[in-house]
């Protein structure tokens, strides 16, 4: 990152309070990154977000009353909303799904060494998703995996009838970045300029009511199926 630029500023929502002072001991020793708030539990992080306006949400998945996912979504309503990093113990299909359709633009174990959580933070700040190996494994699995037809085509649906909404750039554009590719790469793919992909990006966006382009491929995969 951009040494000049302002620290990132991260709000910490852990259950755990040892997580919480472990975490904000690893992020408030890097120059570039500054924890601003901490919070216990999903409702008090949505007080403390609206309070702070941080750049990055380390969130829990699993916490009493409000939990990460729940927390997550009503976060992301907000205007402007943060960036949010799943952090959790488990790694289960339901939740690295849950929390990558809630909004959440990365997902990583508590295991993970310091050096990678704050790559994660960072790479997340900069609107880069970002996932654990494990949690990449689990979605590859899940998404790929058997399903109920009824779960199945029911997905397959809905989904469409979002996508059913797009011109037909914009869904090539959506194809594109659920294929994992950059911008540059989908301007050299589909013979257009960055900035027009950055616009038909914008649109998708506005048009799927999605906050990342993780959601906007989980979307195109359901179509998919």
Known sequence: MDSERDPV??????DDQL??????LVIDGEPDL?????AADGNAAITVVDEQRPDVVLMDVRMPGLDG????R????RPAPPRVLMLTTFDSDDLV???LRAGALGFVLKDTPPPRILDAVRAVADGSPVLSPAAT???IAAATGPQSSHARESSRRAARERLSALTDRERETARAIADGLGNPEI???LHISVATVKAHTGSLFSKLAVQNRVQIALLVRDAEE
């Open 97 to 99: 799904l849950g929390a």
């Open 74 to 77: 009503e976060l992301l309503t």
């Open 137 to 139: 494994a689990r979605v």
């Open 187 to 189: 301007a050299q793919r």
């Open 9 to 14: 500023r991260v709000v910490i929502v852990d």
């Open 34 to 38: 500054t924890v601003v708030a901490e």
């Open 19 to 24: 997580v919480r002072m472990a975490l904000r």
């Open 69 to 72: 996912l729940g927390a997550t």
